[in-house]
């Protein structure tokens, strides 16, 4: 399937001081004739140590039957149960930003920039109340828009971490995560966050050679060495590797090359997995792309039966109760995995291309007339799916295509038109449920 364009959040670019212009100039030739950038990692035998931007306050002892310290403990089967995810503030989330700059604060700053006007550590509530207070001070048009935009602040943000996170060096990796970890997550003090990792597809591409992703890999582990670093003992779940499965059909036609890819799944999946309070769930794939045997295999190699579990849609906007049904039959053959699915713009189901053998299944680049999907939630009424999540902010960019502003920016306009035709409809069969 084609990389979905949204999958490529903007983040800041930076660079790793002290690598010399001449392994630099080693590793952008080298990687030019592979077909990819590779970045640069510590050298071999080095142990990268970065500073870190505040105290861990956590303990490094786990409990298996609840990694997350949620009070009161969920039950063994369903490690999510109860849990409250982050939700964002104004400084930093997209929607919430979107209504302040509505409401005449910080108009000119651009797109996905800190609000200057707010402290990392207002949250949503907050500022939920000045908008109540405020909004009769707007026109009609601008009260509907912000009451849309509601439907998306008020609900749990997803944060990435990728190759474009401070220009994906170590140190940019480790610098992101902890802005994070002791700025960002300030916002909602005592949630869990949500994360999801972007690496192997974002530098390597759908079709990658057994020679290009061993020659990645030193870097790539430098890069998850770093994360893992930077996340310490603190509560979090993990959802790795966007498209990972789903886009990895032309990956499989090497065995040799699958089986690098598989190898450096496992190896990610193992190192934020063995964190004393991180959940990780492994992409899964989309079930209009895939089938359960084929994602279940590359699952099964890559470990899911060692951590939480898959999840599924990541990049897709296919019906909810159709991915319930996929990833149903991939926990079968994966020793009962379980699952999340991602409803984030899934209320309205795909919207399907007329030609899918040239065009993929799914038109995946700013469909459209798409709406909200059910709300985020661990009680999915479905023993196998530990949460319905939002793993990408609705409303963001996929690129130019059908009008859109860069890939990665948050375009207030989509995101009001997904809020208005927003639904808690499973599937095409099920009742009706507009919010």
């Not at 149960?81 to 604060?105: M, R, T």
């Amino acid at each position: 399937m084609p990389l979905r364009a949204r999958v490529r959040a903007r983040e800041p670019i930076g660079r790793w001081p002290g690598l010399r212009a001449s392994v630099a100039a080693l590793l952008l030739a080298v990687g030019g004739g592979l077909g990819f950038a590779l970045v640069p990692a510590a050298p071999a035998g080095a142990s990268a140590s970065f500073t870190p931007q505040c105290s861990d306050p956590f303990s490094a002892s786990r409990s298996p039957g609840n990694p997350l310290m949620l009070k009161p403990a969920p039950p063994a089967s369903d490690p999510l149960s109860g849990a409250s995810f982050f939700v964002d503030g104004p400084a930093h989330g997209a929607a919430a930003g979107a209504i302040a700059q509505l409401l005449g604060i910080d108009t000119s700053t651009p797109p996905g920039k800190p609000l200057p006007s707010f402290s990392d550590s207002e949250s949503w509530a907050q500022f939920a109340a000045y908008v109540a207070e405020h909004i009769s001070s707007v026109s009609p048009a601008k009260q509907h828009q912000i009451m849309e935009l509601e439907k998306i602040a008020s609900e749990p943000e997803t944060e990435r971490i990728s190759k474009y996170s401070e220009g994906g060096t170590p140190a940019g990796i480790f610098s992101q995560a902890q802005k994070l970890f002791c700025h960002n997550f300030t916002a909602d003090p005592g949630s869990i966050p949500v994360i999801s990792t972007y690496f192997m597809h974002a530098t390597l591409g759908g079709c990658p050679t057994a020679s290009a992703i061993g020659a990645y890999r030193p870097a790539f582990e430098a890069q998850i060495d770093a994360l893992a670093q930077a996340t310490g003992n603190r509560p979090v779940v993990y959802l790795l590797e966007l498209d990972a499965v789903g886009s990895s059909a032309c990956i499989a036609r090497s065995a040799a090359a699958l089986s690098q890819w598989e190898s450096m799944l496992k190896f990610e999946a193992t190192t934020l997995g063995k964190l004393p309070h991180a959940l990780v769930y492994i992409e899964g794939g989309y079930s209009d792309a895939n089938s359960a045997a084929y994602a279940a295999r590359i699952l099964n190699a890559s470990g899911v039966r060692q951590v939480a579990g898959f999840f599924t849609n990541d990049t897709h906007d296919n019906w909810t109760s159709r991915e319930i049904a996929y990833g149903e039959a991939v926990s079968k053959l994966s020793g009962g995995a379980h699952f999340i699915v991602d409803t984030a713009e899934s209320g309205r189901g795909p919207l399907l291309n007329a030609h899918p053998s040239t065009q993929g299944v799914e038109d995946l680049c700013n469909p459209p007339k798409r709406g909200l999907g059910p709300k985020p939630t661990t009680s999915t009424g479905f023993a196998n799916v530990d949460a319905f999540l939002w793993t990408h902010v609705p409303g963001n960019s996929d690129g130019s295509c059908n009008g859109g502003p860069a890939s990665g920016d948050f375009w207030a306009a989509r995101a009001i038109a997904e809020a208005e035709l927003a639904n808690g409809q499973l599937g095409p069969g099920d009742r009706s449920q507009p919010y």
